[in-house]
């Protein structure tokens, strides 16, 4: 099985690479499991203004906001908010 792999936006980047090591761990921990599995939903959905439908990951101390391109076999995180 050929897992995705994940693409963070510069913003959500920077999140990642500041995130104290609680959150950093997080983060990772669901990245290692929504590239093993892309098609594990959010907690729920939004739209983002292209009408695109965006999962939300709602972990412990952050929300992601993904998308899954199942064409070139990646995870799209679009934004990462701090709970």
């Known amino acids: 099985m050929t897992t995705y792999r994940t693409v ?21 921990r669901w990245v290692n499991q929504i590239e093993r599995i892309p098609s594990t939903p959010g907690d729920y959905t939004e739209h983002d203004l292209d009408g695109r439908n965006l999962h939300v990951a ?8 993904y ?7 990646e995870v799209r995180v679009v ?4 709970l």
Do not use: C, G, N, Y
Request: aromatic share 10%; hydrophobic share 50%; glycine share 0%.
């Open 8 to 28: 963070f936006t510069r913003q959500t980047l920077k999140f990642v690479v500041q995130a104290d090591d609680d959150v950093f761990t997080e983060i990772d």
């Open 58 to 65: 709602v972990l412990h101390q952050v929300a992601i906001a």
């Open 67 to 73: 998308w899954t391109d199942h064409a070139v076999r």
């Open 79 to 82: 934004s990462i908010d701090r």
